[in-house]
């Protein structure tokens, strides 16, 4: 199973909003509602983001946001902050013996 | 509070073994899957395997089969990654996490342990 496709980086400045795309098949991102969304700030364990596609687990903030169309995901940073500086991945369901996949990582540089 | 600790970095030379461990607590450790994922050095997030501790059903990505051991102790609430003969190509990032199966997200993370592979 190949992993899904994400732009290696992205930028903003503060308080602008910005996307990271993640791009697999109908066998994955295409196939299930199953798409989550990680942030990892450096030396840091991964912290979820975004789960099922657009759920945002309670205590994210609700500047993050997420979206589905065909094969791609789509997760969405708006009003950017310094803080949001950090590597973002998405994962989808993929079914049978691969059962979960990773993107490939996005580093997202606050401007 | 949910929490997954993992054992500290780890320093070994090829061809040794090595069994890191994931502490559960703070929730019902049993029914729920754990997953194992790598981290290369500076690269993304991968897969190893799964494990769901309260009868030790145990699935492997295909790209770690037979390369790993994954196992759990239900009575101590600890999931176990191990190797039987490490390669310098094993230094990496190994994470644990609580996986929800029901639709593949992760909703907690263990800190993460070091282990190098260095002659």
């Known amino acids: 199973q190949s992993a899904l496709t994400q732009p290696a980086s992205v930028s903003g400045s503060p308080g602008q909003s910005i996307t990271i795309s993640c791009t697999g098949t109908?066998?994955?991102?295409?196939?299930?509602?199953?798409v989550s969304w990680y942030q990892q700030h450096p030396g840091k364990a991964p912290k979820l983001i975004i789960s099922?596609?657009?759920n945002r687990p309670s205590g994210v903030s609700n500047r993050f946001s997420g979206s589905k169309s065909g094969n791609t995901a789509s997760l969405t940073v708006s009003g950017l902050q310094a803080e949001d500086e950090a590597d973002y991945y998405c994962?989808?369901?993929?079914?049978?013996?691969?059962?979960?996949?990773f993107g490939g990582g996005t580093k997202l540089t606050v401007l | 509070e949910v929490q997954l600790v993992q054992s500290g970095a780890e320093l070994k030379k090829p061809g040794d073994s090595l069994k890191i461990s994931c502490k559960g607590s703070g929730y019902n450790f049993n029914p729920h899957w754990i997953l194992w994922v790598r981290q290369l050095p500076g690269k993304g997030l991968e897969w190893m395997g799964i494990?769901?501790?309260?009868?030790?059903?145990?699935r492997y990505s295909p790209s770690f089969q037979g390369q790993i051991t994954i196992s759990a102790d239900k009575s101590i609430s600890t999931a176990y990654l191990q190797w039987r003969s490490l390669k310098a190509s094993d230094t990496a990032m190994y994470f644990c996490?609580?996986?929800?199966?029901?639709?593949?997200?992760?909703?907690?993370w263990g800190q993460g342990t070091l282990v190098t592979v260095s002659s």
């Open positions: 494990i769901y501790p309260s009868d030790s059903d145990t």
């Open positions: 994962s989808s369901y993929a079914g049978g013996n691969s059962l979960v996949v």
């Open positions: 996490a609580r996986l929800i199966i029901t639709d593949t997200h992760v909703d907690f």
């Open positions: 109908n066998s994955d991102v295409g196939g299930y509602n199953f």
């Open positions: 099922d596609v657009s």
